[in-house]
């Protein structure tokens, strides 16, 4: 009878220490779809610049394909340098518990990202090269429309394409 108690308290313990270990993870990555994670995490780069990682919430778009039937889901994260407006956004960071100070943040940023994924198509994204190709129309499109915001490097946290 001990060693089953023993054994279901250690399953217990075991399960409860690696939720908490899921939870923290997706904090630290903006992975929370409430106030933990998210927003903008300010990162010493290399060389000394600093940059900071702006985390869009997922985004689902249709894409610009004839048969109108493709979507997009996309999860993207911005890694951008140190300018007067990054450092603007960086010093929000506290209120960014807040959804509507985050929104007021990101939305420009998410309006550029969300107009440029609509007019991709199915065939060009499933492409070897599509994603990387991507990344180069959005880094150009952001820069064109938000002078301010200099773009370092696109990740992709996720990425779906549906035919």
Known sequence: MLPLM?????TILLTLAGA???????????GLPFGLGGGIAANGGSG?????????????VNLADANQHGYLRAGVTLRV???????RLAKTTPALTDGKVQAEVSAPLRDIVLDVLGRQKVEDLLQPDGKEKLKVILKKALQDRDSDVKVADIYFTEFLVQQ
Do not use: H, R
């Open 48 to 60: 000394g610049a600093t940059t900071y990682a702006i985390v869009l919430d997922p985004l689902v």
């Open 20 to 30: 908490a270990g899921v939870v923290v993870y997706l904090a630290k990555t903006g």
């Open 81 to 87: 340098q140190s300018s007067a407006e990054s450092e």
């Open 6 to 10: 023993l054994a279901i308290m250690l």
